[in-house]
């Protein structure tokens, strides 16, 4: 069931969600987001209303610094930020769910492209660039008491017909978190977390199912 509120700046460039799990196809020709729940347990907001401040990512006041609740959720945000790539304040322009860009954190992953952590206005954002070779930026919200509770991650696929499937899952975790479990069409996926996040590259052409953590 669809439940973010999504909004596109550019084909094969940026999607920005209010989503557990966002889905980017990978692949110039477009790129597509579906929402999915990243646990078992989740509980998806009501959708707003039409004309409420809701819908709009770009209506919340920017933060000066991260929120409580997140800190301590994340320790990942208790280490000093290096902000996000010049490059990449212009390209995303206004911030996001009151995102504040110069407090990014670089997530410690070993995958293709780079990923932050982010801290906004009840929210946090994980944020790509040059995920499996691809151009774009994406950026994948959510509020602050789901992403503390069963943390946050987005998922890359190549798109349907590429000659060589491929799928890539990157996570931030809350503290505590020892493994990821990547739930697929009956097939479970077992992901370690290291230095609080989890990254999951494999040759499956479908997005998880959902994704539970232990």
């Given at each position: 069931?669809?439940?973010?509120?999504?909004v596109?700046r550019?084909?094969?460039?940026v999607s920005?969600?209010?989503?557990l799990?966002?889905?980017?196809?990978?692949g110039?020709?477009?790129?597509?987001?579906?929402?999915?729940?990243?646990?078992?347990?989740?509980?998806?907001?009501p959708?707003?209303?039409?004309g409420?401040r809701a819908?709009d990512?770009y209506?919340?006041?920017?933060?000066?610094r991260?929120q409580?609740p997140?800190?301590s959720?994340?320790?990942?945000?208790?280490?000093?930020p290096?902000?996000l790539?010049p490059?990449?304040?212009?390209?995303?322009?206004r911030?996001?769910?009151?995102?504040?860009w110069?407090?990014?954190?670089?997530?410690?992953?070993?995958?293709?492209?780079t990923?932050w952590?982010?801290p906004g206005?009840g929210h946090?954002?994980?944020i790509s660039?040059?995920?499996?070779?691809?151009?774009?930026?994406s950026?994948t919200?959510?509020?602050?008491?789901p992403?503390?509770a069963h943390?946050?991650a987005a998922?890359?696929?190549?798109p349907?017909?590429?000659?060589?499937p491929?799928?890539?899952?990157v996570?931030?975790a809350p503290?505590g978190?020892r493994?990821?479990?990547?739930?697929?069409r009956?097939v479970?996926?077992?992901?370690p977390?290291?230095g609080?996040?989890?990254?999951?590259r494999?040759?499956?052409?479908?997005?998880?199912d959902?994704i539970?953590?232990r």
């Amino acid at each position: 069931m669809k439940v973010s509120s999504t909004v596109t700046r550019r084909i094969c460039a940026v999607s920005l969600s209010l989503t557990l799990l966002a889905i980017v196809v990978v692949g110039c020709g477009g790129s597509t987001d579906d929402s999915r729940s990243a646990t078992t347990k989740s509980a998806h907001a009501p959708a707003a209303k039409p004309g409420s401040r809701a819908e709009d990512p770009y209506a919340l006041p920017v933060i000066s610094r991260v929120q409580p609740p997140q800190l301590s959720a994340f320790a990942l945000l208790r280490k000093p930020p290096e902000g996000l790539p010049p490059a990449m304040h212009r390209f995303l322009r206004r911030p996001i769910f009151g995102s504040n860009w110069n407090l990014a954190r670089r997530i410690p992953v070993k995958a293709e492209g780079t990923y932050w952590l982010v801290p906004g206005n009840g929210h946090l954002c994980l944020i790509s660039q040059g995920v499996m070779g691809g151009p774009g930026i994406s950026a994948t919200c959510m509020k602050t008491a789901p992403a503390t509770a069963h943390g946050i991650a987005a998922t890359s696929i190549t798109p349907p017909n590429a000659p060589h499937p491929a799928r890539l899952i990157v996570g931030v975790a809350p503290d505590g978190t020892r493994e990821a479990l990547v739930h697929t069409r009956g097939v479970v996926a077992a992901v370690p977390v290291r230095g609080a996040a989890f990254a999951l590259r494999d040759s499956t052409p479908h997005p998880a199912d959902f994704i539970s953590l232990r």
